[in-house]
Each structure stands twice: as C-alpha cells, then as structure tokens.
C-alpha cells in the first residue's frame, strides 16, 4: 500500500455553489502527512488546503504519474499501463484508493501534475453540467500533451440504463465538445474550456443487448 487510512472529512459541494477563495473546504487525504506540510491550491475559483505527505515530496518533478479517478475496485499498480506511478482515488472509503475525495469539490494537484487521468465508468455518474466541469477540472491537471482515457457505457446498451446511480448518457460524438477545435464553435459553446483532442477512437465496444462501451483517448492540446 501507499499509504495508510485516514480521518477523510468530505463535503459534497456543487461547483457552482464553490465560486470564491473566502468560501473553503478542507479535505484531508488517505495519507499520513505532518500539519505543517500545507500548501493552497487553486482550481475553478476554489481555495483548497492540501495535507502533502512525504511521498508528493519525492515525486516533485516525476514525469511519469498517472491518476485514475473513480477508481472503484479497479486499482491501478505501479508500472501499469506505462505509467511509473498511479495515484488510485474515489469518494467511496471501502475500496482501497489511495486518496479519497469528492471531485465535484475539485481535484487536489497543481495544474499539469499528471501525464495521464483514467476515467473508467465514471462520467455517466454526473450530470451533464458536473460532467463538464469535471472535464475542465481533468484538463486543468494534465500537462500539454498528457492524455486521458474514457470509457463510458453507449447510451443505446442495456447497461447504459440499468445501474440507477446513471445521470448522463454517451455516445461517441460527444467527444467532438471535449476541446475547441473540432466543432465550429468549440465546447465553448457549452461551458467546456478544456482542450482535450480525440487521437484514438472513440470505439464501440461489447454487446447492445446487455452491455456496450465506448472508449476514447484524449490528447491535451495547447489553446490558440
């Protein structure tokens, strides 16, 4: 393990409700880190502290980490994937992720930490308005030239209505609105400010009568 549980104090905030630095919320992580090991992060108008432990300290200027984001029970282990270090997070504190955090509140890393978010089964759980934000906030944190991976159910498959925690529904062309260049108007158009570029698929994948995905990568694009 790398790292050992923690008290987690989590507040289920909506982006929109967090719109200033004088409106705060602490977290702590699933990791041992000193009180005096404190450092203010900034992301969407929201101030946030952040408990750093030792191992953040090592990984300064690593370029190599990864980030798997509802990781659920599907951990990710060193070295998978390419990816020397993978940091597993969720908001559910049974499943074993390294850092749990309501990533409707942010994501706790400074601005291009990661070379790689994974988002397994994860957008469907949002609506579209925490959806987008979510994808601002994942671009915000990968570096230009990381990429993301998504996989999300296709909206025509059973599976993408029989799992009643489903808020949103895919399809491969609402990949054309994650970043400003492949539509006349860019995702600007509907709030996304990320500039996240198809550059494998999307796929379809699996059975339509029972359960069927999409996946796509995402390359982070430098805007203008």
Not at 117 to 145: K, M, T, W
Request: hydrophobic share 35%; with cysteine.
């Amino acid at each position: 393990m790398l790292c050992q549980p923690a008290e987690v104090l989590r507040k289920r905030v909506r982006c929109a409700q967090v719109s200033s630095t004088s409106d705060r919320r602490r977290f702590s992580l699933r990791r041992h880190a000193p009180d005096h090991a404190k450092t203010s992060l900034r992301g969407r108008g929201t101030a946030y502290d952040l408990r750093r432990g030792a191992r953040y300290e090592l990984l300064a200027g690593h370029r190599m980490r990864a980030l798997n984001l509802g990781c659920g029970t599907k951990l990710k282990k060193p070295g998978e994937d390419g990816f020397d270090e993978w940091i597993n997070a969720d908001i559910r504190e049974d499943v074993g992720a390294d850092m749990v955090f309501d990533c409707t509140i942010g994501i706790p890393f400074p601005t291009g930490y990661f070379v790689r978010v994974h988002l397994d089964n994860v957008l469907e759980h949002f609506r579209s308005e925490e959806a987008i934000a979510l994808i601002n906030e994942v671009d915000r944190v990968i570096e230009v030239g990381g990429t993301v991976r998504v996989i999300v159910p296709h909206f025509q498959s059973q599976g993408s209505v029989q799992d009643w925690t489903h808020k949103s529904y895919w399809s491969p062309r609402n990949f054309l609105y994650s970043n400003q260049v492949t539509t006349p108007f860019g995702g600007r158009a509907i709030g996304i400010t990320a500039n996240l570029v198809a550059i494998e698929g999307p796929t379809v994948y699996g059975d339509m009568a029972t359960e069927a995905f999409i996946t796509v990568l995402l390359r982070k694009e430098p805007v203008g």
